[in-house]
């Protein structure tokens, strides 16, 4: 089960890479007669950024590239490449978009901006209106509650002056071509990375909402900033998106197909709680335990975890989401659940997610270990690892959402 579990999610991102993605839509592309300045930021932008590279060469006047801490792998060209801290930002994500910032002004009509935009771009690329302490404490805190992504990006942006369509004023009045690898559910242009180069669709009233609804303390500079617009209109911005989590679930789908799983597509929506999702799959796999045949259930999204304040370990949605199915599949004939970030990353450890089994209850109880105090202590990273049940792929260079499934093989 294992063995099949890591062909599929190695297949699967595979698939959903960014090279061939960025080189459609730029192959053939036609740019105005000045400069064309190179912007990557997420945590895919080394390889889009390379491969833009490869596709325009000498074309592309100057460039910048700045990724997560450990994600990019190397030099490309004369661009410079910047390492930021995530998913909080850090001075680094702050020095390296001035860099970006500075490289991009003074632009001309005749002159183009090429943003490549993949998820994390909201914490690596960040020019703040109010302290550099008052926005990574607003951040954490925003993470603890278990804020979605769109709500995070929501207050975010107010804290900005980058996020929500400033950058792409800033590049004004140059053109901005911007290739996106969507990290959200359903796509939205103005929350991805928290829309630099795209008009904001939230208002004041979403904002003041978002900060009641998790119990945000703000400090009074963002209290203020909270009350104001952010831009609804842009005219010098193209959009291309490259890429999302549904072709990472059909490229799962085509990977169990390839094992002999008769594949299930659930959702490509989820975007509960970890440990929910955890429990809803499991409920899947007993459901399922009279089959005569294999079977595979696929879900993509991201979901949310609430910290339990008085923990003090380590992991992430993914998981968490292993994890949590551990019990209630326990005994089960071949079966397991899993599920894993693209990008390689879940949370703050080497580990993209996890993997459980019918196995592992047994083994976590020999270990020593309740799961109900594991997930309290918010250490589902050394739980899984007791037992042998972290996936871990290093940095991948995509970043689509997440992916977990439920194998049965018969």
């Given at each position: ?125 960040e020019d703040p209106e109010c302290s ?33 369509g400033r950058f792409a004023m800033h ?76 072709e990472l679930c059909r490229a799962a ?158």
């Amino acid at each position: 089960m294992r063995k099949d579990c890591d062909h599929i999610i190695d297949y699967a991102i595979r698939q959903v890479l960014p090279d061939e993605a960025v080189r459609r839509a730029l192959t053939g592309k036609e740019f105005s007669p000045g400069r064309l300045i190179l912007v990557a930021v997420g945590k895919a932008a080394w390889s889009m950024a390379l491969s833009a590279h490869e596709t325009l060469g000498d074309r592309i006047s100057d460039g910048i590239v700045i990724t997560k801490h450990g994600y990019s792998q190397g030099p490309i060209g004369g661009f410079k490449i910047r390492e930021a801290g995530h998913p909080v930002p850090d001075a680094d994500s702050f020095s390296a978009t001035k860099e970006a910032l500075s490289m991009t002004a003074g632009l001309t009509e005749q002159d183009t901006v090429l943003f490549l935009l993949s998820g994390g771009g909201s914490t690596l690329f960040e020019d703040p209106e109010c302290s550099p302490e008052d926005l990574q404490n607003v951040t954490s805190q925003l993470l603890a509650k278990g804020a979605d992504i769109v709500s995070m990006n929501i207050i975010r942006k107010r804290l900005s002056k980058v996020k929500g369509g400033r950058f792409a004023m800033h590049c004004m009045p140059a053109k901005v071509y911007a290739v996106v690898l969507s990290d959200i559910i359903g796509d939205p242009l103005d929350m991805i990375a928290s829309g630099p180069a795209y008009p904001d669709s939230s208002t004041c009233e979403d904002a003041a909402e978002t900060v009641r609804r998790f119990g945000i303390i703000l400090p009074p500079l963002c209290r203020d900033l909270m009350k104001l617009e952010t831009p609804k209109t842009l005219d010098n911005v193209e959009t291309v998106i490259t890429g999302s989590v549904r072709e990472l679930c059909r490229a799962a789908a085509d990977a169990c197909e390839e094992l002999g799983y008769e594949t299930h597509f659930l959702t490509d929506c989820m975007d509960c709680e970890a440990a929910e999702a955890g429990s809803f799959l499991s409920s899947i796999a007993r459901s399922w335990q009279n089959t005569d045949h294999s079977v595979a259930f696929i879900a993509g999204g991201e979901t949310v975890v609430h910290l339990n304040p008085g923990g003090s370990g380590i992991g992430g949605r993914n998981q968490v989401i292993a994890f949590s199915a551990a019990e209630k599949i326990a005994g089960l004939k071949d079966t397991a659940v899993f599920s894993v970030g693209s990008d390689g990353s879940d949370g703050p450890c080497d580990a993209a997610g996890g993997y459980v089994d019918g196995t592992s209850l047994s083994k976590l109880k020999a270990a020593g270990l309740n799961p109900f105090d594991v997930l309290m202590d918010n250490d589902s990273y050394h739980g899984l690892d007791v037992i042998g049940g972290l996936i871990r792929t290093g940095a991948t260079g995509t970043n689509v959402n997440d992916v977990s499934i439920v194998l049965i093989r018969r």
